[in-house]
């Protein structure tokens, strides 16, 4: 089976501000550091290059639907993942959906997942999983995820966080420690 990715949508907005050739600007991302919006544009160039890695995208279209809100036709994070679509090298899966057209996830995980836009992330992970591909989610600069990232990883979803160091300096400075 394929190595299967979940991208976050953030990942895709950094990598874009860092591509010179996206409209996606530098300072529309908390990742003011140029050399960091660098190692998220590496980490999708080679992403998007390795044939062995897929991208997992959803049937009815509430990943690329996210991804389309924040992202333009011409912004680097949107053409890889399309590339990633014209190859197919794409896990396909279903996503089941609340009324509100939010994932539904089991009840351990919809308590942790508070960002209803981010169950359809968890919930992409625990399909591929399903079907037997070894999937991860992908973060560059989202704290939510380390906020519940234990429940997470209890419930074999794991999270890649490419700019560790620098996610956890902003989530402590979130969560001061108390006296």
Same mark, same amino acid.
């Given at each position: 089976? +394929?190595?299967?990715? $979940?991208?976050? &949508?953030?990942?895709?907005? $950094?990598?874009?501000?860092?591509?010179? %050739?996206?409209?996606?600007?530098? !300072?529309? &991302?908390?990742? @003011?550091?140029?050399?960091?919006?660098?190692?998220?544009?590496?980490?999708?160039?080679?992403?998007?290059?390795?044939?062995?890695?897929?991208?997992?995208? !959803?049937?009815?279209?509430?990943?690329?639907?996210?991804?389309?809100?924040?992202?333009?036709? @011409?912004?680097? %994070?949107?053409?890889?993942?399309?590339?990633?679509?014209?190859?197919?090298?794409?896990?396909?899966?279903?996503?089941?959906?609340? &009324?509100?057209?939010?994932? $539904?996830?089991?009840?351990?995980? *919809?308590? +942790?997942? &508070?960002?209803?836009?981010?169950?359809?992330?968890?919930?992409? $992970?625990?399909? *591929?999983?399903?079907? %037997?591909?070894?999937?991860?989610?992908?973060?560059?600069?989202?704290? !939510?995820?380390? !906020?519940?990232?234990?429940?997470?990883?209890?419930? %074999?979803?794991?999270?890649?966080?490419?700019?560790?160091?620098?996610?956890?300096?902003?989530?402590?400075?979130?969560?001061?420690?108390? @006296?």
């Amino acid at each position: 089976m +394929a190595e299967a990715q $979940v991208v976050d &949508t953030n990942v895709l907005i $950094v990598a874009s501000a860092a591509d010179d %050739g996206s409209l996606f600007r530098p !300072d529309a &991302t908390p990742v @003011q550091e140029a050399a960091l919006r660098g190692q998220v544009l590496s980490w999708v160039v080679d992403f998007e290059a390795d044939s062995s890695r897929h991208a997992v995208l !959803d049937w009815d279209w509430h990943l690329c639907g996210e991804y389309r809100n924040k992202l333009s036709e @011409q912004d680097y %994070g949107w053409l890889a993942l399309m590339a990633k679509r014209d190859r197919n090298e794409v896990i396909w899966v279903g996503l089941a959906t609340d &009324t509100n057209g939010h994932a $539904v996830l089991p009840q351990v995980l *919809a308590d +942790a997942v &508070t960002d209803l836009d981010d169950r359809k992330m968890v919930a992409a $992970v625990l399909a *591929a999983g399903a079907e %037997g591909h070894g999937c991860q989610l992908v973060n560059a600069c989202d704290t !939510d995820w380390l !906020d519940c990232g234990d429940v997470l990883a209890a419930n %074999g979803v794991t999270v890649n966080h490419l700019l560790y160091e620098w996610l956890i300096e902003k989530w402590n400075a979130k969560h001061p420690p108390k @006296q």
